[in-house]
């Protein structure tokens, strides 16, 4: 009974955690949720942080989840830029940013990784509404921004030309105006550099 009781109050939620539940009850006991763990009836996605079984099959849901066991965050990075269309492999992980330390989780949802910014970075990310909460994720400017920014190494021609960028998506879809207003806000001369040269490789003018 006090499973069903659970379901019906937590179903909605999708990822719940556990200050929710002790919000519902105030003493509930702990180790039922590693009980339902191990039956299966719940899904365990990192310390305090749940959800049911079900959702593994519901399309866009890791995204959810991305957003909610570590927050503040948003979807940015490689994964972002191959939800895009702008690398061409498959990416595994779900890449995120956050204000907070660089974390990485496991679960039978997959592995969401965070990188840290400082919080006057952290921005440029869309809204989307998903089953009654949001999913945020970098608009595709940010997105580069954040992976040039975090990962200094891709400072070549050679390691830009081994991101394989689709070149037809950069052409009509980047916002290069956008793309610089945000480059001013990291106030970065050597992120500025990288940026330039990922024009130049690209064959894309800077206006």
């Not at 965050?73 to 990416?91: D, K, R």
């Not at 840290?116 to 089953?131: A, D, I, R």
Request: charged residues 20%; hydrophobic residues 40%; glycine residues 4%.
């Amino acid at each position: 009974m006090l499973y069903n009781d659970f379901k019906i109050n937590f179903n909605e939620s999708g990822c719940f955690s556990i200050h929710q539940i002790f919000a519902w009850k105030q003493n509930f006991d702990q180790s039922t949720l590693t009980r339902w763990c191990k039956k299966g009836l719940i899904i365990k996605l990192r310390n305090g942080y749940y959800t049911f079984p079900e959702y593994i099959n519901v399309a866009g849901f890791s995204l959810c989840i991305a957003n909610q066991i570590y927050k503040p965050s948003y979807v940015s990075l490689h994964y972002a830029l191959n939800t895009y269309g702008l690398i061409p492999e498959t990416v595994i992980n779900f890449t995120s940013v956050s204000t907070l330390k660089t974390a990485s989780f496991s679960n039978k949802f997959g592995v969401f990784s965070y990188r840290t910014v400082k919080p006057s970075l952290f921005f440029g990310y869309k809204e989307t509404p998903f089953m009654g909460r949001s999913i945020y994720i970098a608009s595709l400017e940010k997105a580069i921004l954040d992976l040039l920014y975090l990962f200094p190494f891709y400072n070549t021609e050679q390691e830009l030309e081994e991101l394989r960028f689709d070149q037809t998506v950069l052409e009509n879809n980047l916002n290069k105006k956008l793309l610089f207003q945000y480059l001013k806000k990291y106030d970065s001369p050597a992120l500025e550099r990288r940026v330039d040269l990922l024009m130049k490789t690209n064959n894309l003018c800077s206006t």
